[in-house]
C-alpha cells in the first residue's frame, strides 16, 4: 500500500481557520483505491512562517516516507480548487508570517533553480475533480508567501527521487467569506473533499499526465 502525505496550514493573517488544514485533516488516515492501486492518506500541520514551514515539511517527509505528496493552501479570491504547476525561488511576502517576518525579494534557497514543476499529473487530476462536478483548474502561479516557500521546498527535496509531489490552492471556506463579509469567492468543504478525493485517485492511477491543453480538459 502507497502513502500519500497531505498538507495544510495552520490559520494566518488573523483568520480563525485555514481550509486548507481543515480539508486535509478531513481525510487523514483514509485509505483511497483505484484500479489495482491503493494508498492511505496521512496528514500534516505545517506552520505558516518562512524559518519553519521547511523543517516541519522535512520531518513529515522522514516520518512518513510517502510516495506522493501533496501540499495544500489557502488562496483567498480564487473560486475554484487550482493545482499549481510551478514554484518559484522567491519569497516576496504582501503581509507577515505568523512570527511577523515579511521577507522581500529573497531566494527560498539561494543556490537552488529559478523554478520546480509540478511532478504530478495535474490535468489529469483537473479532469477527474471537473468530473465529479468540482470547479478545478491549471494554476500558473503559486505566488511568493509560504505556499509557494513549501511547494519550491518540497519539489528541491523531492527532485532525482520516484516520489511524485505539488501544490493545490483552495478558495475560502464560506464562514470566512461571512466573517470577512469581502464577497470573495467560497467553496464547501464537503465541496472541497469531494474534489480532493477525485483529485487524489487520479494521482494514485496516472502516471502519465493528460497532452491537452487545459481549454480541451473536461
Same mark, same amino acid.
Given at each position: 500500500?502507497?502513502?500519500?502525505?497531505?498538507?495544510?496550514? &495552520?490559520?494566518?493573517?488573523? *483568520?480563525?481557520?485555514?481550509?486548507?488544514? *481543515?480539508?486535509?485533516?478531513?481525510?487523514?488516515?483514509?485509505?483511497?483505491?483505484?484500479?489495482?492501486?491503493?494508498?492511505?492518506?496521512? /496528514?500534516?500541520?505545517?506552520?505558516?512562517?518562512?524559518?519553519?514551514?521547511? /523543517?516541519?515539511?522535512?520531518?513529515?517527509?522522514?516520518?512518513?516516507?510517502?510516495?506522493?505528496?501533496?501540499?495544500?493552501?489557502?488562496?483567498?479570491?480564487?473560486?475554484?480548487?487550482?493545482? &499549481?504547476?510551478?514554484? $518559484?525561488?522567491?519569497?516576496?511576502?504582501?503581509?507577515?508570517?505568523?512570527?511577523? /517576518?515579511?521577507?522581500?525579494?529573497?531566494?527560498?534557497?539561494?543556490?537552488?533553480?529559478?523554478?520546480?514543476?509540478?511532478?504530478?499529473? $495535474?490535468?489529469?487530476?483537473?479532469? +477527474?475533480?471537473?468530473?465529479?462536478?468540482?470547479?478545478?483548474?491549471?494554476?500558473?502561479?503559486?505566488?511568493?508567501?509560504?505556499?509557494?516557500?513549501?511547494?519550491?521546498?518540497?519539489?528541491?527535496? @523531492?527532485?532525482?527521487? *520516484?516520489?511524485?509531489?505539488?501544490?493545490?490552492? $483552495?478558495?475560502?471556506?464560506? &464562514?470566512?467569506? +461571512?466573517?470577512?463579509?469581502?464577497?470573495?469567492?467560497?467553496?464547501?468543504? *464537503?465541496?472541497?473533499?469531494?474534489?480532493?478525493?477525485?483529485?487524489?485517485?487520479?494521482?494514485?492511477?496516472?502516471?502519465?499526465?493528460?497532452?491537452?491543453? &487545459?481549454?480541451? @480538459?473536461?
Amino acid at each position: 500500500m502507497k502513502t500519500m502525505l497531505l498538507t495544510g496550514f &495552520e490559520p494566518f493573517d488573523g *483568520e480563525p481557520v485555514n481550509p486548507s488544514w *481543515e480539508l486535509v485533516k478531513a481525510l487523514d488516515g483514509t485509505l483511497v483505491t483505484q484500479g489495482d492501486h491503493q494508498a492511505r492518506l496521512v /496528514a500534516v500541520q505545517l506552520p505558516c512562517v518562512f524559518s519553519r514551514s521547511l /523543517a516541519a515539511l522535512d520531518a513529515a517527509l522522514q516520518q512518513h516516507q510517502p510516495d506522493i505528496v501533496l501540499a495544500v493552501g489557502q488562496a483567498g479570491g480564487r473560486s475554484d480548487l487550482t493545482l &499549481e504547476r510551478v514554484a $518559484i525561488n522567491l519569497m516576496d511576502a504582501r503581509i507577515p508570517d505568523n512570527d511577523g /517576518a515579511q521577507p522581500v525579494d529573497v531566494p527560498v534557497l539561494p543556490a537552488g533553480p529559478a523554478a520546480y514543476f509540478s511532478t504530478l499529473p $495535474i490535468k489529469a487530476m483537473v479532469a +477527474a475533480m471537473r468530473a465529479a462536478g468540482v470547479p478545478a483548474s491549471v494554476s500558473q502561479t503559486a505566488g511568493s508567501f509560504v505556499c509557494n516557500q513549501v511547494f519550491y521546498g518540497l519539489q528541491h527535496r @523531492l527532485a532525482g527521487s *520516484e516520489v511524485r509531489g505539488g501544490f493545490l490552492h $483552495i478558495p475560502y471556506l464560506p &464562514e470566512q467569506v +461571512a466573517r470577512l463579509a469581502n464577497g470573495a469567492p467560497s467553496c464547501s468543504l *464537503e465541496t472541497m473533499t469531494h474534489g480532493l478525493l477525485a483529485a487524489l485517485l487520479a494521482a494514485l492511477a496516472t502516471q502519465t499526465d493528460l497532452a491537452v491543453t &487545459e481549454g480541451a @480538459l473536461h
